[in-house]
């Protein structure tokens, strides 16, 4: 049976968070009442200019410097000319010729790999949205509403070259491209509120081939699982049209998320079908390099490089480098709390699990976690100092939950410190040891499990404030070596 090879290119749209729209004064924000952010810019109406939004232009080229791609000096607008009641002027203000970033590309590394792939970028160019149709859900009647609130919203457009062999690949690509946008803060990115929008091509050709298949372009993608599924379920289709000997047109098709299938939309568009011309209502647009250069000294440290920083740098284990830096905020966050404790792995160690198990579980963002970075970085720092134990630890932590007082203070004040008092703790296992000799004994039998119960004896006698290290050692010195097995 013939082998075929998968080849994906991905187009996304990335919402720029600015105020206000790329060509007008009207505001971006979501959930408006229908049509109430609008102007005669947005409507299309006759006479009305348009004018370039400075942060718009600003924040395109912030993303461009972040993928690596070369800034276009020179570049312009154009009219994508099409009809749809959503496009009150009767075209699209986008870029053709001359898009403001060139090249560039993006770097991801896939789960249980550990060399990462690079995927180039062919362009990123702006352009405005359009407006939304609403659809009537009651059958019988049929009618559909035009909300023109979305008409003029700044975008980026990222088209990916088709360097993608897989679903995987793609996932993982615009896992890495939303974690850039959302550290450089031109985007948030989310794709529930259509901030974020991505279209799949996709084709295969024979093994070894060079040339390409016909190509269909995936739309209505609202979730990465999404994009996976969808490219799974064409890459099936095609190949049994394939083995078949069957063609078909290259065309534009939807994702049915209730039925699971990609469905035909219409055959595709190309390029001289929209009959691109040089918007004559925009200028030209001409950066200086200077210009250029003082936008890239606004750019934070990029994902990969905090996470190769975390490992090299920190001595963290790549899982939590990963975990850490998958959101800006959250990087900043053990940041800020790694300054207070002084220990980066006892730190990841409660950032990750701790907070990050909260923060998931109750769906909020870092920023609304009641412990600040500061207050969680002084408990760490307890117990990193030895004056509190872990288990002490986790109650310092509830406390922390529901009130404003610092690590230290509640330490004080419920009396907590570890003790450290050699007599006081020899007294207390050598109380362990004679009250539990079954475990003595299968300890001395090989079974090394048996410890736990005597120091747990330990732990509960002290009320947690034994020091764990010093109890073991204890423990050790008066039972002797674990016996080998056998």
Known sequence: MAEFETIIGLEVHAQLNTESKIFSTSATKFGAPPNSQTNPVCLGLPGALPVLNEAALEKAVMAGLAFGCDITLFTKFDRKNYFYPDLPKGYQISQFDKPICVGGGVTFTIKGEESPRFVRLTRIHME????????????????????????????????????????????????????????????????????????????????????????????????????????????????????????????????????????????????????????????????????????????????????????????????????????????????????????????????????????????????????????????????ADGKISGKIAKTVFEELLVSDKEAETIVTEKNLIVVRDDKEIERIVDEAIANNQDAVTKYKSGKDRALGAIVGYVMKVSKGKADPELVNQMLLDKLGPLPPKG
């Open 128 to 383: 405005e949205d359009a407006g939304k149709l609403i659809h009537s859900a009651d059958p019988n009647v049929p009618q559909s509403y035009v909300d023109l609130n979305r008409a003029g919203t700044p975008l980026i457009e990222i088209v990916s070259e088709p360097d993608m062999r897989s679903s995987d690949e793609a996932y993982y690509y615009l896992n890495s491209l939303k974690a850039v946008l959302k550290y450089i803060r031109v985007s948030d990115c989310n794709m529930e509120e259509g901030s974020l929008r991505c279209d799949a091509n996709v084709s295969i050709r024979p093994k070894g081939s060079d040339k390409f298949g016909t190509r269909v372009e995936i739309k209505n993608l609202n979730s990465f699982k999404a994009v996976k599924a969808a490219i799974d379920y064409e890459v099936e289709w095609q190949t049994e049209m394939a083995l078949e000997g069957k063609t078909f047109q290259q065309q534009t098709k939807l994702w049915d998320s209730v039925a699971n299938k990609t469905v035909t939309m219409r055959t595709k568009e190309m390029s001289h079908d929209y009959r691109y011309f040089p918007d004559p209502d925009l200028p030209v647009i001409i950066l200086q390099k200077e210009t250029v250069d003082e936008i890239r000294t606004k750019l934070p440290e990029l994902p990969n490089e905090r996470r190769n920083r975390f490992v090299e740098k920190l001595g963290l284990p790549k899982y939590d480098a990963e975990v850490l830096t998958a959101e800006r905020e959250i990087a900043d966050y053990f940041e800020e709390a790694l300054k207070v404790s002084g220990d980066a792995k006892k730190t990841s160690n409660w950032v990750k699990d701790e907070v990050l198990g909260i923060v998931n579980k109750e769906s909020i963002t870092i920023s609304e976690f009641s412990v600040s970075a500061q207050r969680l970085g002084g408990l760490v720092k307890l117990i």
